[in-house]
């Protein structure tokens, strides 16, 4: 809920539900969403044409077009590197 409310702050953020899950778009497009890791049992952010995006922090695993972003349930919520993460993926968007 905490993460939720913190991507909605950004006026330019929408919230929907797709396939079961909140997604995030920023000018009409999918930007990213949040989920629960299967195996890690850990939330993550799944970003849209994440391998558009050269950052260590985010995670290929086997997909071909998104990256993930693992959050640890232990820790804060790393607000400012999702801060980081969501100007990165609207400046592709504005590209």
Not at 11 to 40: A, D, F, N
């Amino acid at each position: 809920m905490a993460l939720r409310s913190f991507l909605l702050k950004d006026p330019q953020l929408s919230e929907s539900l797709k396939y079961g899950m909140p997604v995030y778009s920023y000018k009409g497009r999918m930007l990213c969403y949040l989920w629960i890791h299967k195996k890690l049992k850990q939330p993550y952010l799944l970003v849209v044409d994440g391998k558009l995006i050269d950052d260590p922090l985010l995670l290929q695993e086997k997909r071909s077009r998104m990256k993930i972003f693992l959050m640890d349930i232990n820790k804060n919520i790393p607000l400012k590197t999702i801060d980081q993460l969501i100007k990165k993926m609207k400046k592709l968007r504005d590209e």
